[in-house]
């Protein structure tokens, strides 16, 4: 029986790392990834000859080194992640209790056929069927999450795993095993049927929660460009309408400068022709960019600027191409913009403007935004963000530049000195950004 034990264990511990491995986002090169999964399963397999082995009559010993296993292998899945954030935490505790399924499979066939070849075929095989099916089945949904910032914090999602880890070793481990209690056999059996159950349940749950979310935030997006194209056919219809008037008025003027001409009345017809570029400035159409699109929220934002007095001065450049996706750049821009503006409010002139650069070549993007800001600003300790200062429900378009950010593998610097924010997205791209 102490076989069993040992090669159960080692296998668990190897498909644990294969699980991770599989199911979070790199931090480090394949290489490195897999050097790092293998000293940490070696360290565990060490552990687990000791407390099965040498210190076998020790329960004790058993507990610590248990709970010393878990440290190593939560902390392996944090440390191989790119994101060290919650959702790692709960893959790496989610792959905790997939591979203990296989450990008590194993207990199940020895004490039923009391065969070692069955017991550990049958974890063998049951580690592989589980590792299989949930990466066909939620491997996507496990890989989006990781790379979206729109969802909560999962720290309380973390409580499943946990609870059903310890559920599962109560019943099945310590302090008294299956050998010891067979009885518990058909519980293990309905509990690890429950929790697989559970999980997949949650995870599509959540998964459309999260898609509807974002599908809410591309229609308030359109909505946002629907209205910018409508601003933009409006001062369009405007000024074609108002030169249709300057260009019927020309012959007027036209014979007024000949009379001022015949009585050399010079300064009267600067005056005049002073009058005639003013019409023609005011009805000229601002176009910040190439592209449709942004160009179109640009619009919207210097509107929105205008009607709250603030100075909103833009240095862009956009052509009509660009290697990133349109339309979240545009509700990038947005976000950032509004939340200046926002940020404008309560300051009193000539303090309220916004220097906004905004570049995006084949090569890099830029955005650096810069503002007054007078109230206190308080940073996310995780993200560096700035947090909302509007309430519940307030935060989310941080979030999504956050997003968009991490998408394009881009970095946001945000700062705030002597009464004036700044924040600033770069990203550099590659021939495969899209």
Known sequence: MIYVKDISYMLSHVFFMVFIYLFSIHRYSKGKTIGICLAASLVMNVLDYFKLNLFADSPLFYFFSTIAQIAVAQFTGLFISKKRDSKMLFISLSASNYVIVGSITASILYI????????????????????????????????????????????????????FFCSFSCIAFFPYTLYE???????????????????????RYLDSETRQAEEYWKNVMFESYIKGLE???????????????????????????????????????????????????????????????????????AQQAQFLHIDLHLDVLIPKQIPVNEYELAMVIANLLENALFGLENIARPKQYVDAKIHCTQEYLLIDIENECEAEIHFDSLTGLPKSRRGKGHGLGMQSVQAFSDKLGGNIDCSCENNRFRIILFAKFTPHTA
Not at 146 to 155: F, I, M, N, P, Q
Not at 185 to 197: A, G, K, Q, R
């Open 181 to 203: 209690h067979p009885e518990n056999i058909l519980v293990s059996i309905f509990l690890m049927i429950t929790m697989l159950v559970s999980y997949v349940a949650v995870l």
């Open 112 to 163: 039923l056929t009391g065969s070692v070849f069955a017991a550990i075929a049958g974890n063998l095989a049951m580690h592989l069927v589980i590792l299989l099916v949930l990466f066909c089945k939620i491997g996507n949904i496990f890989h989006q999450f990781c790379e979206r910032d729109l969802a909560k914090s999962w720290w309380g999602l973390c409580l499943i795993p946990i609870f």
């Open 231 to 301: 601003s933009q056919n409006y001062l369009v219809e405007q000024s074609e309408q108002n030169l249709k008037i300057l260009r019927h008025d020309m012959r007027h003027y036209s014979m007024m400068i000949s009379s001022l001409l015949d009585q050399a009345e010079y300064d009267e017809i600067r005056n005049i022709a002073g009058h005639i570029s003013e019409v023609i400035d005011e009805n000229k159409v601002n176009r910040y960019c190439e592209n449709l699109i942004v160009n179109s929220i640009l619009m919207k934002m």
